[in-house]
């Protein structure tokens, strides 16, 4: 299967800015789409940023010009840029991933994964 790793989160001061990590580990054949997620305390998880396979990216209205998602290839590591933060981005963020990826030891078979990071806290506060 495919796993993911995240890492980034913490405390920050209103106007500071975070970069979040999602390391992907496994053997991937290919990829439909990476997202980042966020779920604040009595709401629903949400969609912040994604991206889907051939380069379209949307982000979400509360985050855009604010937020920048992008793609390490060689290190397997997609990440979330957060800058100008507000009280109002506290949360515990997710990473997901969805695509295919090689079944068992050879190369001839594959099969669909939608993976979740273990999510990261990020706390925006003076």
């Known amino acids: 299967q495919v796993q993911l790793v995240e890492s980034g989160g913490g405390l920050v001061q209103p106007g500071g800015s975070l970069r979040l990590s999602c390391t992907t580990s496994?053997?991937?054949?290919?990829?439909?789409?990476m997202g980042w997620y966020r779920q604040a305390p009595g709401k629903q998880r949400e969609s912040v940023a994604s991206m889907i396979s051939g380069g379209s990216i949307n982000y979400s209205d509360s985050v855009k010009g604010r937020f920048t998602i992008s793609r390490d290839s060689a290190k397997n590591t997609w990440y979330l840029q957060m800058n100008s933060l507000e009280p109002e981005d506290t949360a515990v963020y997710y990473c997901n991933l969805r695509g295919r990826y090689y079944y068992g030891s050879g190369y001839s078979v594959v099969r669909g994964f939608d993976s979740w990071g273990q999510g990261t806290q990020v706390t925006v506060s003076s």
């Open positions: 496994g053997r991937i054949f290919s990829i439909d789409a």
